[in-house]
């Protein structure tokens, strides 16, 4: 197969009334079938070839998730162009220079506040012919904004461009779309510098689809909630590209905020989050258990002592014994499975964590109540999975084993025989497979730098293999930090079981040509809010209570606990409670919640340098 567009064709002609997607509505959700979402995406293609874009050249997505997203992605391909979705979070001058670096002809927004991102920066974007606004906003606010602007276009407007044009040539591209074609341009979020262009091919995305439907055995029965910036690798990946190759329907959630009511309505079948999406659904429950009856507790506290049984046989390799099965099967009936009905999770069979560590609470905590939540590990370089978790091989705590067909080998000076499965050395991770991206759009250095001859992707991640072939991520290559007194600690490890702190919200652990390790920590709201309903202390200005001596003390104790984990060399031996959390908006969190380490640094500066202050 040369292109996930083929079985677009093919859903339409076999199924064209099946749902291929759902949006939202006044009064629920509506379902639009694959006939015509491929009429859709014809149209866009129709559109694009009649605004003079040729073979090749790029098509921006600059939004939230919508149909038309999805419909526009696609859309470029069946003309033979390459979609480059950027964060609706970027700023103007970001904006502005991946478009200038994609050299983008026609560029979709969402909203007017996009639009002026654009136009602000339009005379570094010489080859800009259209921008073009989606059917599901105001389309009058942006028309206002526009008026008598002979770059934009309204939806309509835009697909009327194409309504007349001959289907010869639309067609003709189609049917020349080759799988070596580039199918996709993925910015990194870029955690330090300007975003790398990552090149990926139709090839690319046809085989990341055919392996994750094996993999997790997924049908066109599935469903899921599209939520996740789709710029992102994986949410496009699971969003648009595995939905149109497998059939199965997603769901489009335009805020965050709606999300729980969209998962209780819908009932997916797959649910795909950070960690700060599953830590936000923890902390929920867990604050109502904390209000609950002492005998409501109790019980829950049974149930979750049987489901983390359950799992933990599983992960074994071995069934559970009998005695935890009849357990189990009073606990679900019970308690577990009205819990899964409450959250919108109770046909979910494949939930899936990646882009950082889930901590190992929030993993036990949910296999309590009988979501297994299958860790995964990737990057955008690798078209999303590397390796993953998976019901039948399942190690907690590791993100699995490889996709089937994908390689895995540790390099480096404490790796093992090249980290064949069993060993115990650590070494940089490396992948090889159907997957791996064809380089870095204009930056042959840096595709020097991540691919070799052979094919293998260097991904700067440090890791270490189990006897089961599961891999564990321990660290980055170039975020080791290097104390005064030479030691190499790794922060990524010791940020995640700070992370596992109930209070804690977020966690930057400092060293770097110091004496000791710190840390920057941050308080989680819903968390804060229970510990000052439970001591009495006023929850309506966070930042004064992460002053208060009570929160520190409570923190404290837990990184002591986190101490007694670590080698001495790692111990925390200061930390510092910052008033806010990190934000995507103060620039100090990738798109993806990935920190920036030289940002953040340089933004508590101050903070920091108290923290080494000699006592």
């Known amino acids: 197969m040369r292109t996930v567009l083929e079985r677009l064709r093919q859903h339409a002609r076999e199924r064209p009334e099946d749902a291929a997607y759902r949006e939202r509505t006044g009064d629920g959700w509506r379902a639009v079938g694959w006939r015509a979402y491929d009429e859709q995406v014809r149209r866009v293609a129709k559109a694009l070839v009649a605004l003079g874009v040729e073979t090749q050249e790029t098509v921006g997505l600059l939004g939230v998730n919508r149909p038309a997203w999805a419909v526009g992605c696609l859309g470029a391909q069946a003309a033979r162009a390459v979609p480059v979705g950027i964060y609706q979070t970027c700023s103007a001058e970001q904006v502005a220079y991946i478009a200038s670096h994609a050299e983008m002809r026609v560029i979709v927004v969402d909203s007017v506040d996009q639009w002026r991102k654009i136009t602000a920066h339009r005379a570094e974007l010489p080859r800009l012919v259209a921008v073009v606004a989606m059917p599901e906003i105001a389309a009058d606010e942006v028309e206002g904004a526009a008026a008598g602007d002979r770059l934009f276009l309204s939806w309509r407007d835009f697909l009327a461009r194409g309504d007349g044009a001959d289907e010869t040539e639309v067609e003709a591209r189609f049917e020349a779309i080759s799988r070596d074609d580039l ?95 599953w830590e936000k659904i923890h902390a929920g429950i867990a604050e109502k258990l904390r209000a609950a009856p002492s005998s409501r507790r109790r019980l829950a506290s049974w149930v979750l002592k049987v489901g983390r049984a359950r799992c933990d046989a599983l992960d074994r390799g071995r069934p559970p014994s009998l005695g935890v099965r009849l357990q189990w099967a009073l606990a679900d009936r019970r308690v577990a499975s009205k819990v899964r009905a409450r959250l919108g999770l109770g ?80 070494g940089e991770v490396l992948l090889r497979g159907p997957n791996i991206f064809q380089g870095y759009c204009k930056d042959p250095e840096a595709t020097a730098e991540a691919l070799d001859a052979d094919g293998w992707l260097h991904t700067g991640d440090l890791g270490r293999l189990d006897e089961a072939g599961c891999l564990t991520i321990t660290g980055r290559k170039k975020d080791l930090l290097i ?48 510990f000052a309903a439970q001591h009495g202390l006023d929850a309506s200005d966070p930042a004064t ?71």
């Open 183 to 277: 199918g996709s341009l993925i910015y990194t979020s870029g955690t330090t510098g300007r975003p790398k262009a990552v090149m990926l091919s139709h090839g690319n995305l046809v085989e990341t689809c055919r392996i994750g439907a094996v993999l997790h055995d997924l049908h066109p029965t599935d469903s899921l909630i599209s939520y996740l910036p789709l710029a992102h690798i994986a949410e496009q990946m699971l969003s648009v590209h595995m939905p149109t190759y497998i059939g199965y329907s997603a769901s489009y959630v335009d805020a965050p905020e709606d999300l729980l009511d969209a998962l209780q309505a819908l009932e997916p079948t797959v649910f795909f989050g950070v960690p700060r999406v």
């Open 483 to 530: 104390t005064s007194g030479g030691k190499n600690i790794a922060p990524s490890g010791i940020e995640a079981k700070l992370k596992q702190i109930e209070l804690v919200g977020d966690a930057l652990v400092l060293g770097d040509r110091r004496r000791f390790i710190a840390a920057l920590l941050t308080l989680d709201e819903d968390a804060l809010a229970g």
């Open 545 to 615: 209570l992460a002053r208060n001596p009570r929160v520190d003390e409570a923190v404290q104790r837990s990184v002591d606990q986190v101490n007694e984990t670590l080698a001495r060399v790692e111990s925390v031996r200061a930390f510092r409670i910052l008033p806010r959390r990190f934000s995507v908006d103060e620039g100090e969190l990738t798109p993806t919640l990935k920190p920036k380490r030289r940002v953040i640094e340089e933004h508590w500066a101050r903070e920091i340098e108290d923290l080494y202050r000699p006592r």
């Open 347 to 426: 046909r979910v069979r494949i939930a899936a964590s990646g882009a950082a560590p889930l901590g190992r609470d929030v993993i036990d905590f949910f296999a309590g109540f009988g979501v297994r939540i299958l860790e995964v590990y990737g990057l955008s370089e690798c078209c999303g999975p590397g390796t993953w978790n998976r019901h039948d091989l399942c190690r907690a705590g590791t993100v699995g084993p490889p996709i089937p067909e994908v390689e895995v080998r540790l390099v480096g000076e404490t790796a093992e025989a090249g980290g064949e499965a069993g060993g115990s050395g650590e």
